[in-house]
């Protein structure tokens, strides 16, 4: 159980384009979405925290016009990176949380995203 | 703001070695300190917590103990495996929300390599 998918896996895409990343919980609701960011041989940054239904509460430095997050669902948020330029180029990662304990977050397998 | 810093990899051991991946924090109040792994492929895991000081977490064999003096969480196991080759991550918690689950503060990742 407890299981997030991602998708896609990877993805190269012209600058200047945008692209969206799916987060989905696949057996169970997600009160709170997670979205993180690493780059190489660096720890994973926290961008932003989103709950299901309000508005994405995003980390200091992060723009949050660029880095559009949309939690629809208890089972699905996105992450669109509009206007990608080629320094947006990492690996993204999300994880989902059932509840309201930090430690029961469950990660998904990470997106890499290579802009050219 | 909260930080982790953990030994730089990668550690390359032979088979049944000793392991320790050492871990320090900085943060406010009273965090919750935890290891992650990611095997290749795969979304972070849980691997072990402690969500108080002297607390000791364990799971497979791996253990580590919350020491506040010290501001340490070092990841402990007395006999590697090939089969535990994979990134180590420490992290903490420290709840400042109090309203529902928190993003997690991360180290850079301890890229483990056991030959056999």
């Known amino acids: 159980g407890a299981v997030v998918s991602q998708h896609p896996s990877w993805v190269i895409c012209k600058s200047g384009t945008s692209v969206k990343i799916e987060c989905r919980s696949l057996?169970?609701?997600?009160?709170?979405m997670f979205w993180y960011r690493q780059f190489p041989k660096q720890s994973l940054m926290l961008m932003a925290t989103?709950?299901?239904?309000?508005?994405?509460?995003?980390e200091q430095g992060v723009e949050k016009d660029k880095f559009l997050i949309n939690h629809a669902s208890l089972t699905l948020s996105t992450l669109t990176v509009t206007s990608a330029h080629p320094e947006d180029s990492s690996f993204y990662i999300c994880?989902?949380?059932?509840?309201?304990?930090?430690?029961?977050?469950?990660f998904g397998p990470g997106t890499r995203l290579t802009v050219t | 703001g909260d930080s982790v810093t953990q030994m730089e990899g990668p550690v390359t051991l032979s088979e049944e070695a000793f392991l320790t991946i050492n871990c320090t924090y900085t943060?406010?109040?009273?965090?919750?300190l935890f290891w992650y792994v990611q095997y290749p492929g795969e979304g972070l895991q849980l691997l072990l917590k402690?969500?108080?000081?002297?607390d000791k977490g364990s799971n497979k064999g791996f253990e580590a103990t919350y020491r506040k003096e010290t501001t340490s969480f070092h990841l402990e196991k007395g006999s590697v495996q090939v089969s535990d080759s994979a990134v180590y991550f420490c992290?903490?918690?420290?709840?400042?929300?109090?309203?529902?689950?928190?993003?997690?503060?991360f180290g850079k990742g301890t890229h483990l390599i056991i030959q056999p």
């Open positions: 994880s989902a949380a059932p509840g309201r304990i930090s430690y029961e977050q469950y």
């Open positions: 057996d169970f609701q997600a009160t709170t």
């Open positions: 989103s709950n299901e239904g309000s508005k994405a509460t995003y």
């Open positions: 943060a406010t109040g009273y965090p919750s």
């Open positions: 402690a969500t108080k000081a002297d």
């Open positions: 992290a903490l918690s420290s709840y400042y929300s109090g309203g529902g689950a928190d993003g997690l503060t």
